[in-house]
């Protein structure tokens, strides 16, 4: 009788944190980080003109939360508690306001990843650059693709994200007017994704293990 074949066990190493990784793979996490701007037409108010949705999501409805732990959205001062945290899906915030700013988005991945966080920081858009006439039907948005590149992972890590079937976010009733992306749109998106980050968290270990 046949004996099943036996999977190979990835070359691993230890860094000087202690942590077992996985040599010479990677983990590449897409990302969506944007904002939708609804203008609310005749409900409008001097103060509150526009409903918007800052989000962090995965490009064609793909779940993140198997490597995010939670996105702190980080507001203008002026609104009431300015920084909410969000630890499940959809990690979308949503209020309401008048008036542009930049809104802080710190992402902090799973605990195995032992990747700690990125932060990055998008301008909410609520009027468009292309037609100065406003419409309640449709919304300003602004999204930017990224490409969260984890270096050689912990191995533990690395066995979960890699053998498990990541599924479909929440939708939610910002989801019918996000982009959509195909297959030559994402890998064009990728390669200027990796032009812009090309591993901000390999950085921050080579910076940690420089100042040992």
């Known amino acids: 009788m046949a004996q099943p074949a036996k999977t190979e066990e990835p070359a ?32 409008a108010s001097e103060e509150k003109s526009h409903r918007w949705t800052v989000y962090v ?3 064609r409805g793909m779940d993140i939360s198997h490597a995010v732990h939670s996105v702190t959205f980080r507001l203008h001062p002026s609104f009431t508690d300015p920084e909410r945290v969000l630890t499940s899906a959809p990690f979308e915030l949503t209020e309401m306001g008048w008036g542009e700013f930049d ?88 390669r200027a994704a990796r032009m812009r980050v090309a591993s901000s968290l390999k950085k921050k270990l080579e910076g940690k293990a420089a100042g040992r």
């Open 103 to 190: 809104i802080v988005v710190v992402v902090r991945f799973s605990l195995d990843s032992h990747g700690g966080e990125i932060e990055m920081t998008r301008r909410l858009k609520l009027y468009s650059e292309e037609n100065s006439t406003q419409s309640t039907k449709k919304p300003v948005i602004r999204e930017q693709y990224e490409e969260i590149v984890f270096s050689e992972p912990p191995v533990d890590f690395y066995k979960r994200v890699t053998s498990m079937k990541v599924g479909s976010a929440p939708e939610s009733e910002i989801t019918p007017h996000l982009p959509q992306y195909d297959e030559q749109h994402d890998l064009e998106k990728i």
């Open 12 to 43: 691993t190493f230890v860094d000087y944190q202690g942590i077992t990784r996985v040599r010479g793979a990677e983990y590449v996490l897409p990302i969506c980080v944007g904002t939708v701007g609804f203008w609310l037409g005749k409900k």
């Open 57 to 59: 999501r995965g490009p």
